[in-house]
């Protein structure tokens, strides 16, 4: 029998939706907030960390009731977005005196995990004031980076959750639907890197995506309680040739559709990009197809 309605990889089938209906008669004072929590907890529909998926159920049961399968009660306030509401980073001056040398006359170099930690305005910041496109704040699970030299910023780096569908990638590790929805969280995505435009040292770029990378798994541990197996980003080619990850050992696996993920049509809204991957362990491709 088809579902009556999949939403965020969950099929709901018609005893489903008797439930939903139960669960909401049996709780006539309860908030669309509430009910969503009763109904994660009867499902036992969580995140990875153990927490309910209440918002991704609100979601859902809003869906239901659009389309007329179930009545919820009328909405008591309107939650704000933080997300929208959210204010700009602070563009930030710092020493702009030019740095160029070799790799081996810049000196000692310290990558500093700063995400949950005092200096996390400052990397967006910089990002806000350097990078072509700005600073964007990361989906889901993330992690943010300076790299430091001669006691100055030269570099920062942000990672966050891996987009849900991603064709060359989705090919590349060979993985199932299943294995997909359940190990997607074990994969990072590199959405920004910035070396300062005043620093202008030969393979810095590919020096510190290799340590990078080194060091991101352990640290991902360390933060979210879960490793990562698999890095990838993006290139546009029409502005860069991504040498420095190809340096680095990152491998070219495709094109995007131009797309993205709420394109309403099939037709391109957007520039294609180059994706490419870096494996972070041996056997990453094994890890990832695997069922728990």
């Given at each position: 029998m088809d579902p009556v309605l999949s939403y965020r990889g969950r099929a709901v089938g018609e005893a489903d939706v008797a439930f939903i209906r139960e669960l909401c008669a049996a709780n006539p004072t309860?908030?669309?907030?509430?009910?969503?929590?009763?109904?994660?907890?009867?499902?036992?529909?969580?995140?990875?960390?153990?927490?309910?998926?209440?918002?991704?159920?609100?979601?859902?049961?809003?869906?239901?009731?659009?389309?007329?399968?179930?009545?919820?009660?009328?909405?008591?306030?309107?939650?704000?977005?933080?997300?929208?509401?959210?204010?700009?980073?602070?563009?930030?001056?710092?020493?702009?005196?030019?740095?160029?040398?070799?790799?081996?006359?810049?000196?000692?170099?310290?990558?500093?995990?700063?995400?949950?930690?005092?200096?996390?305005k400052l990397c967006a910041g910089l990002l806000e004031t350097h990078h072509y496109r700005g600073y964007v704040q990361p989906v889901g699970e993330h992690l943010k980076y300076l790299c430091y030299a001669r006691g100055r910023p030269i570099a920062c780096f942000t990672w966050s959750s891996a987009a849900r569908h991603l064709?060359?990638?989705?090919?590349?590790?060979?993985?199932?639907?299943?294995?997909?929805?359940?190990?997607?969280?074990?994969?990072?995505?590199?959405?920004?890197?910035?070396?300062?435009?005043?620093?202008?040292?030969?393979h810095l770029a590919s020096h510190l995506l290799g340590r990078m990378t080194r060091a991101l798994s352990a640290d991902w541990e360390r933060i979210y309680g879960h490793p990562v197996y698999y890095a990838e980003t993006f290139v546009d080619l029409h502005l860069y040739r991504g040498t420095c990850f190809r340096a680095a050992n990152w491998f070219v696996l495709g094109m995007t559709t131009g797309r993205g993920k709420d394109a309403p049509t099939w037709m391109p809204n957007r520039p294609r990009k180059q994706v490419l991957g870096l494996a972070l362990c041996r056997n990453y491709r094994e890890r990832l197809q695997r069922l728990a």
């Open positions: 309860a908030s669309r907030r509430r009910l969503s929590q009763l109904l994660c907890e009867a499902w036992d529909w969580r995140q990875p960390n153990g927490a309910l998926r209440d918002m991704v159920c609100r979601g859902l049961m809003l869906g239901l009731a659009r389309a007329g399968h179930i009545e919820l009660p009328e909405r008591r306030q309107i939650p704000r977005n933080p997300f929208l509401e959210r204010a700009r980073p602070e563009r930030v001056d710092i020493d702009a005196t030019p740095i160029e040398c070799s790799l081996r006359e810049l000196g000692e170099i310290e990558l500093r995990q700063v995400r949950r930690t005092e200096e996390e064709g060359p990638r989705d090919r590349h590790l060979g993985w199932s639907l299943a294995a997909r929805r359940q190990n997607i969280r074990l994969l990072a995505y590199n959405s920004r890197y910035l070396i300062m435009p005043w620093v202008r040292v030969p």
